[in-house]
Structure formats: structure tokens, C-alpha cells
């Protein structure tokens, strides 16, 4: 039997695929893959075991297939997961290496823009000064400020100012 795929479920329909990846999952079931539901709206609250609630106890192993989560909400995940006999096929430490910049940077560090990076607290706004500092160490030119994961956050910018770059920040 084929591993089983877990997918985020319809938050107006929650017996139903999210209506992004509704498609994918009827295709996945039809070649007779198990198809469960998670609740991400749950995971990213902190409310793990409601989020893992419809899926079913002992599936085997799954993958996840579902909307972008922190690493350690992928990690409670897989945690709330195993209680229930479910392992994810990707574990905790491979999705951060994988889905964050940290984790990945060293192996594309030649095929990507110089990047810098200072690991914070959700929401926290950096420190102007340390702010300029890292940005000091990057080449000049327009540059980008992103977190971990997400789409870009502003125009390109001269990282000599940390105004902007703070601005865009906030801006979000």
C-alpha cells in the first residue's frame, strides 16, 4: 500500500481538502493512496492534537502535504503524529533543513544572493543597530529582506539604512 498523504482541510468543509490541493487528493486517492486531513488553522494555534484529530490512529507512514508550517509546528505535528501511530515520512530536523534558509543555505550559498540572517522570536523586531551591522557584511546593491520562508517583504533596498529595511519589516 502506498504511504498516505496527509492534506490541510477546507476550513468552511473540514471533511473536505483544502480547495487548493482538493484535486491532487482525489488524483492521490483514485491510485489508491490514503488520504487524511489535518487542521492547520489548530496546528499553527498550538492546538495539536485538534489538528491531528480526523486523521486516523495507526495510518503508517504519510506525508504531509499541507500548507507552510514553522519548524516547530512541524515538529509538534510529527510528535501529535506518532502518538497516534502515524510517522511523517520527512522528519522535524529534514523539513527545517529543507524549508528554512538556515537549513539550506550552505548547499545553494553559490547559486543564491549573499544572505544574512538573525534568528528571533515571532514578531520581534530587530535590534537598527545589529540590523546595520549585518547588513555591513553583505556586498553593495539593492538587497531583499525576507524571513525564514516566506515571499519577499520589500523592494529591493541600499542595505547601508536599516530604516527601510525596518520599515519593511513592520510593514507586513
Known amino acids: ?20 490541493c482538493a484535486a491532487e487528493a482525489a488524483q492521490a ?3 489508491g493512496a490514503p488520504i487524511a486531513l489535518v487542521d492547520h488553522d489548530a496546528l499553527t494555534r498550538g492546538e495539536t492534537a485538534r489538528a491531528v484529530a480526523r486523521v486516523p490512529a495507526d495510518l503508517g507512514t504519510a506525508w504531509y502535504r499541507g500548507w507552510m508550517a514553522t519548524g516547530d509546528q512541524y515538529a509538534e505535528l510529527h510528535r501529535a503524529l506518532a502518538a497516534r501511530g502515524v510517522r511523517l515520512a520527512t522528519a522535524p530536523e529534514q523539513y527545517r533543513t529543507a524549508h528554512e534558509l538556515p537549513g539550506w543555505y550552505a548547499a545553494f550559498a553559490d547559486l543564491t544572493p549573499a544572505s544574512r540572517w538573525m534568528p528571533l ?6 535590534d537598527g543597530q545589529a540590523l546595520a551591522a549585518m547588513a555591513g557584511e553583505l556586498p553593495g546593491g539593492p538587497g531583499m529582506v525576507k524571513d525564514y520562508v516566506k515571499s519577499r517583504k520589500s523592494e529591493p533596498e541600499d542595505g547601508t539604512d536599516p530604516e527601510p ?3 519593511a519589516l513592520t510593514d507586513h
Not at 482541510?9 to 473540514?14: F, N, Q
Open 1 to 20: 500500500m502506498p504511504a498516505a498523504i496527509l492534506y490541510c482541510a477546507d476550513m468552511l468543509a473540514p471533511r473536505r481538502p483544502d480547495e487548493h
Open 29 to 31: 486517492a483514485g491510485l
Open 121 to 126: 522570536p515571532p514578531k520581534q523586531i530587530p
Open 165 to 167: 529595511v525596518l520599515r
